[in-house]
């Protein structure tokens, strides 16, 4: 009896771990972004920048644990990496897409405030639903998009109450909604992508990563942000670097926190512990900068929250009935094989 218990406790040990690790690598990251990207402090407006920091130490993270895993292969498992310009030129369209999400996430993140994050970045849901079925023919249940529809509505009421309260940024809500259309797009094109990298997701991290060190060059020449980096009076502050990299540190833990997470849980509970996540961090920011937001404001991220967490549970709910609507049809086959064999004989 002692094992069994030892074994449950190391169980609810591990479950307590992964989703405080996740709340708090989370949390910490969009607060560390929302200092770098717009504190009163730093005074640096380049977002494209510090963006692409965060690519170039994720890909230095990447190579760092690909050398550790080969002294320490019960501690970490990361593959081997190496540069292959072919498989890089495969995973560009991806890049592109890659790109655009954490570019316009990033400038979303710049001009609201983290109170509002959340809902200005709340219809990736809906556009996974659009993209799927304009890309991939995927049909949607029914109880799905009366979710949506509840989700949009909420979006809607939080910009009307976010301007109603004096604090609605109108580039801050596009670039918002814009960063839902390539998470969505992301979510599509990694699926396609991965067989291409051998599905391992650390690959596919390093190269999308690597191209987009490549691809942000260009933009930040675009939008003059190399000027406004070489005359950051900050440039050469040890605190400035240890923030930016802290920042790029937290970026790429998040993808085994957020895998971790998955594993000691379900795709379902991890989607309910994103949910909750983001209630907290919205009542945090709130606090943090004393802001005093209408009832109607409170209403449309309840909403938000609310319907994301039902389209998750739907969508689980759809999967294991198709599931087991799959097993019983395979069951089907398996009984009749031998009476066909049997006829066949006769015949």
Same mark, same amino acid.
């Given at each position: 009896?002692?094992?069994?218990?030892?074994?449950?406790?190391?169980?609810?040990?591990?479950?307590?771990?992964?989703?405080?690790?996740?709340?708090?690598?989370?949390?910490?990251?969009?607060?560390?972004?929302?200092?770098?990207?717009?504190?009163?402090?730093?005074?640096?407006?380049?977002?494209?920048?510090?963006?692409?920091?965060?690519?170039?130490?994720?890909?230095?993270?990447?190579?760092?644990?690909?050398?550790?895993?080969?002294?320490?292969?019960?501690?970490?498992?990361?593959?081997?990496?190496?540069?292959?310009?072919?498989?890089?030129?495969?995973?560009?369209?991806?890049?592109?897409?890659?790109?655009?999400?954490?570019? @316009?996430?990033?400038?979303?993140?710049?001009?609201?405030?983290?109170? @509002?994050?959340?809902?200005?970045?709340?219809?990736?849901?809906?556009?996974?639903?659009?993209?799927?079925?304009?890309?991939?023919?995927?049909?949607?249940?029914?109880?799905?998009?009366?979710?949506?529809?509840?989700?949009?509505?909420?979006?809607?009421?939080?910009?009307?109450?976010?301007?109603?309260?004096?604090?609605?940024?109108?580039?801050?809500?596009?670039?918002?909604?814009?960063?839902?259309?390539?998470?969505?797009?992301?979510?599509?094109?990694?699926?396609?992508?991965?067989?291409?990298?051998?599905?391992?997701?650390?690959?596919?991290?390093?190269?999308?990563?690597?191209?987009?060190?490549?691809?942000?060059?260009?933009?930040?020449?675009?939008?003059?942000?190399?000027?406004?980096?070489?005359?950051?009076?900050?440039?050469?502050?040890?605190?400035?670097?240890?923030?930016?990299?802290?920042?790029?540190?937290?970026?790429?833990?998040?993808?085994?926190?957020?895998?971790?997470?998955?594993?000691?849980?379900?795709?379902?509970?991890?989607?309910?512990?994103?949910?909750?996540?983001?209630?907290?961090?919205?009542?945090?920011?709130?606090?943090?900068?004393?802001?005093?937001?209408?009832?109607?404001?409170?209403?449309?991220?309840?909403?938000?929250?609310?319907?994301?967490?039902?389209?998750?549970?739907?969508?689980?709910?759809?999967?294991?009935?198709?599931?087991?609507?799959?097993?019983?049809?395979?069951?089907?086959?398996?009984?009749?094989?031998?009476?066909?064999?049997?006829?066949?004989?006769?015949?």
């Amino acid at each position: 009896m002692a094992p069994s218990t030892a074994t449950l406790a190391q169980q609810y040990v591990n479950i307590i771990l992964a989703v405080s690790s996740y709340w708090v690598c989370s949390i910490g990251l969009v607060f560390l972004n929302k200092y770098l990207l717009s504190s009163p402090d730093l005074k640096l407006d380049a977002p494209l920048f510090i963006t692409w920091y965060q690519c170039v130490c994720t890909v230095g993270l990447c190579f760092i644990c690909s050398f550790l895993a080969k002294y320490f292969p019960n501690y970490i498992t990361v593959p081997n990496m190496s540069i292959d310009h072919r498989v890089s030129r495969e995973v560009l369209p991806l890049s592109f897409v890659f790109v655009g999400m954490i570019a @316009f996430n990033n400038l979303c993140l710049k001009n609201v405030g983290v109170s @509002f994050y959340y809902v200005g970045r709340s219809l990736t849901t809906v556009f996974n639903v659009i993209c799927s079925y304009l890309i991939l023919g995927q049909q949607t249940s029914a109880k799905a998009l009366l979710c949506c529809l509840f989700i949009i509505f909420g979006f809607f009421l939080g910009v009307d109450q976010e301007d109603a309260s004096g604090s609605l940024s109108v580039s801050g809500v596009i670039y918002g909604v814009l960063a839902s259309l390539f998470v969505a797009l992301n979510a599509i094109y990694t699926r396609r992508t991965l067989s291409t990298v051998g599905d391992s997701i650390w690959r596919l991290t390093m190269y999308n990563n690597l191209n987009a060190c490549v691809l942000f060059l260009p933009l930040m020449l675009f939008t003059g942000e190399i000027g406004n980096v070489a005359y950051f009076q900050n440039i050469m502050s040890s605190y400035f670097w240890i923030m930016m990299s802290l920042s790029g540190f937290f970026g790429f833990i998040m993808g085994y926190v957020t895998g971790w997470q998955i594993q000691a849980t379900s795709p379902l509970t991890h989607n309910i512990s994103g949910t909750a996540k983001a209630a907290a961090q919205t009542v945090m920011a709130v606090v943090i900068w004393s802001e005093v937001k209408p009832f109607l404001w409170w209403c449309s991220n309840f909403i938000v929250l609310a319907a994301s967490g039902a389209y998750a549970r739907v969508q689980q709910l759809d999967m294991d009935r198709k599931f087991n609507e799959n097993k019983r049809a395979s069951a089907t086959r398996e009984s009749r094989q031998p009476l066909l064999d049997d006829k066949k004989e006769e015949s």
